[in-house]
Each structure stands twice: as C-alpha cells, then as structure tokens.
C-alpha cells in the first residue's frame, strides 16, 4: 500500500507493522451536531481500518472527544446548563450519527477532562526541558527550541507571524508560542503547579495519542484544516519532549464545500448529519463521502446526492437478487451462451481492481468505479435468468466482502412484515397466472404502500425489496 503522507509531501510505501496498526484520529469538539464534513474525514478512517481488517490486521483506532473548550462553555450559558452536560449532549448525538453511518466505534474515546493528570505531567516535562514557560496568562511552549517547527506545514518557522491562526497573546516571549495551559479564574478549571486553568487545544492529542498509542505510531489523521496550526504544534511538543518521531505517517483528508461554497455556520448552508439522516439512506451519505479523492474537496449538493441515489438502486438490487436465488435454491440448466467461468473471472477481477485502487493513496473514488462495474455484470445476468444458486453463492460471497471494506448494509423487513409480505405476493402471483392483472397490480400498490416494498418479476418467481 502506498499513503500520501503530509510530513514528506509524497506518497509513500506504507509498511505494515507486524503486530496491530495504531491510528489516530483527531476527534470533535463537542459543542454542537456533527456535519457533513466531519462525517466525511470519520468514514474516511473508517473505510481505510475496514480495509485492513478486511486483510486480517488487528486495528487500533484512538479518537478522542474535546470535550472542555470556549466553545463548550459557551454554549453551556446559551442554554443554561453546565459544560458537561453540554458535552455529554453532543457525545451521545455523535454516537447517534455514526452509528446511523455504519462506522464501526474506536478502540478508544478518551476525553479530555480525564486526563488533566496526564496533561499535567506532560506539560511538567516540557518545562523541565526548557521548551516551555510560564508567563502572565498561562504556560507556553518555546517554538524556537523545535528546530523542524513548520516540516508539516512547510512553514518556515522564522517566517511565521502571529495573527490567523495563531494565539495573539502579547505576554508570549514570542508570538508563535501557544499556550499549552491557560489561566482562568472561573469555572469550569483544574489547579496545577502554575495556577488554576485549563489546558490548551494542541497538548491535549498529543498527551492522550501517546498515552493509548505509544510513540511512532502508524498513523495520524484528520481534516487538512487541522495541518496548522494544531498538528504541527502536536509534532512540536509531543518530539521536543521525548526526542523521538511522534506518528510515522500523516493522512489529511480534503473539506467538503456546499454548492462550491465553503461550508459555514456563519453564512448558514451547514449540513448537518441528523438532517440529513431524516431524508437520505445512510448508505448513499457514506458512498458520497468516498466519491472524490480524500485529499480533494468535495462538492455537496442535491444533484450528487440523487446520482447517488440511484447507484444505491444498483446495489440493492443485486442484493435482493442474489439473497433470493441463494434463500429458495434456485436452479438452472447452463445455457451454451454463457461462460460461467469467464463470468466468475470477470467478477474477481473487479474485486482485485478495487483492492489495487485502495492500496493506491486510498483511491476511493476509483475504487467505486470497480464496484459498480461488478454490480452492473451481476445485474446484467438477471435479467438473462442465468444465476442459479452455485453462481449466486459465488458472487454473493464478493458483493459481501466489498460491502463490508464499503461499511455498506441492507436492510430487510421485520420478520412479522416478511410473512404478510410473501402471503401478498404469492396472492398477487395467483392473480397473474389467472391474467387478472388489474387485481395484481392493485397488490403491487398495496405493497408499496403499506410496506415499502418493490417487486421484481421473473418467468416464475418475484423478487422483493425495501426501498430505502
């Protein structure tokens, strides 16, 4: 597998390790739902560790909650209430997101506030170095004593102002330090041995990446928005500490725009996932995500939700196609016209395409590309009525294994609505054989109407779906 990796700037073999691969992936701050953007960067990682497993690697993903900040406490007074229960409000509405989305839960969620202790001590260890200091309004890390300040962003470290994003704090001896602790004298604070306070934004991933991870771990994650000035500030304090390499391989995933627009609280066109859950399968948000190059942006509107929509059909109905075959042991004479063996080597060529895209810097978009050349060949043969349950057993088995790298499920119908779906089909089937198709077709709309249901027929039997 080959990864970009942000500390080079260019792509590089990435070696597997022989024991667990260790991510990290910057969580959320939370103050608020989750959006469109962030689901974009959590199925990122998600798809990329589906893939490893996948290839029976043991996985160690660490995705930490914020969950002290400004903004926190902020919206803790809009609404009246504490920190954190602020907090605990938004950690379990991000449960509610991406459990919806299919991504399977880290190996771990540290929080902030459990591990002040932890940020302590490591802060401790930096001014025992003489990279840090305490000034007037809390302790700061010393840029200037970090030679390779900047080797992540590829910002000169002497060519670096305050102002952006970088704390403007006249107290600093330079305005390119950032605090690691800061002073506050109401709550919520914890006491240390330079005041009360509360820690600053970048020494918190740094302190609980290698708390769980250990140093030099596989990879480090997150938006490209994050690059500077928090993971360069990360690199900063976690290597002038230990004096050895933080995370081997930094993977930055690109921002997702609205109808070309940034995406902006301020100017109100935020997608928020809850929203959008109400009116789209969680299956085509999670193919959308995956549909442009990671490192790219991608561009959110209705247009490519509904293309999406319809390849989401595709997949669906292969499934249902396939499970039906396999579930009532269809069988057919082989037909002189088709090569079930070319037709089986065609099918695991796709599945090879899709591996060789991933292993390429992730190529998700291309790696669709392959998937869907694969439905399109198994829908083909339905409609030939070639698939007989050996060759459906066969296929089924790949769509599984691409649907499970995808993180993509379908549904079925609660057992009590599968009986009282089949009695209807099976009445509407009698009608058909009587050629009294006004009264199957009026079965068909009940289907439909009551169930959700669509139905496929076939010279003998009728397939079913739940449309999503």
Not at 14 to 41: E, M, N, Q, S
Not at 110 to 120: A, G, L, N, S, Y
Not at 168 to 188: C, V
Not at 240 to 254: C, I, M, P, Q, R
């Amino acid at each position: 597998m080959k990864l970009f990796n942000s500390l080079t700037n260019q792509k590089e073999d990435f070696l597997l390790p022989d024991g667990k691969i260790k991510i990290y992936l910057c969580g959320v701050t939370v103050y608020d739902d989750c959006h469109i953007g962030h689901a974009r960067t959590i199925i990122v990682f998600d798809v990329l560790r589906r893939y490893f497993l996948s290839k029976d690697f043991e996985v160690e993903l660490v995705q930490n909650f914020t969950d002290i900040d400004d903004k926190i406490i902020n919206r803790a007074k809009i609404e009246g209430t504490t920190f954190d229960l602020i907090s605990q409000k938004y950690i379990k509405s991000y449960f509610s997101d991406f459990d919806a989305l299919n991504v399977i839960r880290s190996t771990a969620y540290p929080k902030v506030t459990e591990h002040i202790k932890d940020i302590i001590e490591f802060i401790d260890g930096l001014i025992k170095k003489n990279k840090a200091y305490v000034g007037s309004n809390g302790v700061y890390y010393t840029v200037k004593s970090f030679s390779n300040y900047g080797k992540l962003s590829n910002k000169k470290s002497d060519l670096l102002e305050a102002g952006a994003r970088i704390e403007i704090d006249e107290t600093k001896d330079d305005p390119r330090d950032f605090a690691l602790w800061k002073f506050h004298g109401s709550d919520p604070v914890w006491s240390s041995p330079w005041g009360l306070g509360r820690p600053g934004w970048h020494i918190e991933c740094s302190t609980m990446a290698i708390k769980y991870l250990g140093h030099n771990f596989d990879i480090h994650g997150g938006g490209q928005d994050l690059i500077f000035p928090h993971h360069e500030n990360e690199i900063a304090q976690s290597e002038g500490l230990y004096d050895e390499s933080f995370a081997k391989t930094w993977v930055h995933v690109g921002m997702v725009t609205i109808e070309s627009e940034k995406m902006s609280k301020s100017i109100g066109n935020t997608v928020l996932i809850s929203e959008l859950l109400k009116k789209t399968n969680p299956h085509i948000i999670r193919l959308f995500c995956l549909s442009a190059h990671y490192s790219k942006p991608l561009d959110y509107s209705e247009e490519n939700i509904d293309k999406i929509k319809t390849k989401w059909g595709q997949i669906d109905n292969a499934y249902h196609e396939l499970r039906y075959r396999i579930d009532n042991n269809l069988q057919y004479t082989p037909s002189p016209q088709f090569n079930c063996a070319a037709f089986k080597s065609d099918c695991s060529e796709f599945y090879k395409e899709f591996e060789n895209f991933i292993d390429d810097d992730l190529n998700f978009s291309n790696a669709l590309t392959s998937f869907f050349k694969f439905i399109n060949k198994i829908n083909n043969i339905f409609s030939i009525d070639v698939a007989d349950k050996k060759i459906s057993v066969f296929v089924f088995e790949l769509l599984e294994k691409f649907m499970f790298v995808l993180g993509l499920r379908i549904s079925s119908a609660p057992y009590d609505e599968k009986d009282k779906i089949q009695e209807l089909i099976e009445k509407r089937n009698t009608f058909r054989n009587l050629k009294n198709y006004e009264e199957a077709d009026g079965i068909r709309k009940e289907l439909y109407a009551k169930f959700n249901v669509e139905l496929t027929d076939h010279k003998g039997f009728t397939v079913w779906k739940k449309i999503n």
